[in-house]
């Protein structure tokens, strides 16, 4: 069995349902791959047991890239390459730097944070979306477990998530 080709999905109606049924199937040690959700749920990262995100370093590491890159663009640029007096003042005098050191700190803020979130994220372009089911999108929610990366029998799975409070188990294969 290959990974992330065979799941069995269970659909349920109701979002306190589904998060007693997340911490029921991972107690009975069943890995859930991912919960679908038409709209966020409260609680709902704790009871899979997600971390909590590094994306705030990786923000801060890009404005300091940005921050540097400024400032040594500026103090080369007006101090070095062409060193010019305006108003009296020194070659590189770091006040007149501030505005375009702030917004280059942003730009590289924010590009990192959405590149990084793509990267972590498997986002491509040429990536086909999987839909595990299409009624994810207006009122169901459905968990899906990936069937090769546990270790019980395709029949306990279905049986532990239909026990959970499951509206429907189903299966989905994908090519």
Known sequence: ???????????????????????????????????????PVHGIDEALGYKRTRL?????LFGLLGTSLALLMQIWMLGFDWPMIIGGKNFASLPPFVPVTFELTVLLSALGMVGTFMVVSDLKPYKKPRLMDIRITDDKHVMAIDLAGNKMSKEDIRKIVGDSGASEVNDKDFE
């Open 56 to 60: 705030p370093i990786a923000a801060f």
């Open 1 to 39: 069995m290959e990974r992330d080709k065979h799941f069995v999905l269970g659909v349920y109606e109701d979002e306190d349902v589904l998060l007693a049924a997340i911490r029921k199937v991972r107690d009975s040690g069943i890995k859930i791959m991912e919960v679908y959700s038409p709209f």
